[in-house]
Nanobody, 124 residues
Framework: QVQLVESGGGLVQAGGSLRLSCAASGRTFSNYVVTWFRQAPGKEREYVAAIRWSGGGTLSADSVKYRFTISRDNAKNTVYLQMNRLAPEDTAVYYC?????????????????WGQGTQVTVSS
């Protein structure tokens, strides 16, 4: 069983930065992909960025590619999402999710484990 706990959300002004954390526990993650999704009110959950636990390969959505950076700290079993130049349209609940395997998949339905989410609100 895998447990994921997100933290780091909050209220920030447009143009500001936040760093989200996803602390993982319950097993070793040598062959896992950890992904950030977000869901705004009234919208579907959407892919943001993913990282392979082994090798560190990453893939980010076009909408965040030059503003958000995903990284990991193996020693802390934690994945981070550094978000810069935030805009009001980034307002959402951000979730981290994990799945076994090597492939980075962008559909929420393909992930087995989820955190509870952390709210990010960007004011204009």
């Amino acid at each position: 069983q895998v447990q994921l706990v997100e933290s780091g959300g909050g209220l920030v002004q447009a143009g500001g930065s936040l760093r989200l954390s996803c602390a993982a526990s319950g097993r070793t993650f040598s062959n896992y992909v950890v992904t950030w999704f977000r869901q705004a009110p009234g919208k579907e959950r959407e892919y943001v960025a993913a990282i392979r636990w082994s090798g560190g390969g990453t893939l980010s959505a076009d909408s965040v590619k030059y503003r958000f950076t995903i990284s990991r700290d193996n020693a802390k079993n934690t994945v981070y999402l550094q978000m810069n130049r935030l805009a009001p349209e980034d307002t959402a609940v951000y979730y981290c999710a994990a799945r076994g395997g090597w492939n980075i998949l962008t559909s929420p339905g393909q992930y087995d484990y989820w955190g509870q989410g952390t709210q990010v609100t960007v004011s204009s």
